[in-house]
């Protein structure tokens, strides 16, 4: 199953891209707790493709997510706005970020245009906007409020 917003789309070939490169991130994945491995590849408005993996920790509130992983590098590397991540896990259902990583992913992203590949089973995946998976969010503009 695929779905995605016919005004938001992304070409085939860069979600395909995307969810490869999350696969090879989840390679890296530190997981000795939960033995859960989880990849994502985080694409920059400048085309550059950020991957990033979970890292666990013996104390686990220390752990990080795929997803902030790849952010947190893109941004120490001075990109700041982003159009869509691949999320792949070890399991055969459709794998979202989680609340802190929507919220991560938030402060760097236009929530109605940026896409979340959730990877389903090989290249099957589906796909909504952050703005679909985190409605009523917290974001800068209600800090001027």
Do not use: W
């Not at 199953?1 to 991130?25: G, H, P």
């Amino acid at each position: 199953m695929v779905y995605i917003m016919e005004e938001k789309r992304l070409a085939k070939e860069v979600c395909e891209q995307l969810i490869q490169a999350a696969y090879e991130a989840k390679k890296m994945s530190y997981a000795p707790y939960s033995n859960f491995h989880v990849g994502a590849a985080l694409l920059g408005k400048s085309g550059r493709i950020y991957p990033g993996c979970n890292i666990e920790n013996a104390a686990y509130t220390p752990t990080n997510c795929a997803e902030r992983t790849a952010v947190f590098r893109a941004v120490s590397d001075g990109e700041r706005e982003f159009t869509a991540i691949a999320v792949a896990g070890d399991g055969d259902d459709y794998l979202a970020p989680c609340g802190v990583c929507r919220q991560v992913l938030q402060e760097f992203a236009e929530p109605e245009e940026f896409i979340v590949l959730m990877a389903g089973k090989g290249m099957d995946y589906r796909a909504m906007t952050l703005a679909e998976l985190f409605p009523a969010s917290f974001s800068k503009a209600d800090l001027e409020k």
